[in-house]
T-cell receptor, first 114, second 111 residues
């Protein structure tokens, strides 16, 4: 079956612009996670959805970052007033549950802020 | 928070065995994941340990000691395709069980 998909695969934007990154999880997976990963680092947690609601957004670095999952499937990560420090690969993952359930990762969106 | 420590880089020879260590300090430890990530690709699941001991899955095995805050990933009969980053991730109980990842160990397998 289809895995987790993310669009776009690459996004180059200018400092100060607004961007949206999309994640399409595996069908039926209730849990959805956003991470960002910088070169040579592990994925850094941003936000976790259980169904439609953000169950844990403690990883969002500041109020420029926001994410939604209105129908409990597709999620969009929104970044306002982008800064060069936001440049990273943004990974989305979904799982059938939490705890012992493995996460299935998408291919990521490489965001470059110039 | 959690503190997770892994070696930055390791090298090994094709056909050999390599052990990648991960130590962690956390309160409320629940379980530990190992993921493999090839350059430019998404992480893929390898194992999840909750109880002490060794779990074997083909050429890969994972070990956990909860009392020591220690895990290792053992890769046998190394192949060139095993060259990748290996990520250790810890979950804690009582919350959302969100994995906290270490920075990963870059394994280079040479002929």
């Amino acid at each position: 079956g289809a895995g987790v998909s993310q669009t776009p695969s690459n996004k180059v934007t200018e400092k100060g612009k607004y961007v949206e990154l999309r994640c399409d999880p595996i069908s039926g997976h209730t849990a959805l996670y956003w991470y960002r990963q910088s070169l040579g680092q592990g994925p850094e947690f941003l936000i976790y959805f259980q169904g439609t609601g953000a169950a844990d957004d403690s990883g969002l670095p500041n109020d420029r970052f926001f994410a939604v999952r209105p129908e409990g499937s597709v999620s969009t990560l929104k970044i306002q007033r982008t800064e060069r420090g936001d440049s990273a690969v943004y990974l989305c993952a979904s799982s059938a549950g939490t705890g012992r359930y493995e996460q299935y990762f998408g291919p990521g969106t490489r965001l470059t802020v110039t | 928070g959690q503190n997770i420590d892994q070696p930055t880089e390791m090298t090994a020879t094709e056909g050999a065995i390599v052990q990648i260590n991960c130590t962690y300090q956390t309160s409320g430890f629940n379980g530990l994941f190992w993921y493999q990530q090839h350059a430019g690709e998404a992480p893929t699941f390898l194992s999840y340990n909750v109880l002490d001991g060794l779990e074997e899955k083909g050429r890969f095995s994972s070990f956990l000691s909860r009392s020591k805050g220690y895990s290792y990933l053992l890769l046998k009969e190394l192949q060139m395709k095993d060259s990748a980053s290996y990520l250790c991730a810890v979950t804690v109980a009582g919350g959302s069980y969100i994995p906290t990842f270490g920075r990963g160990t870059s394994l280079i397998v040479h002929p």
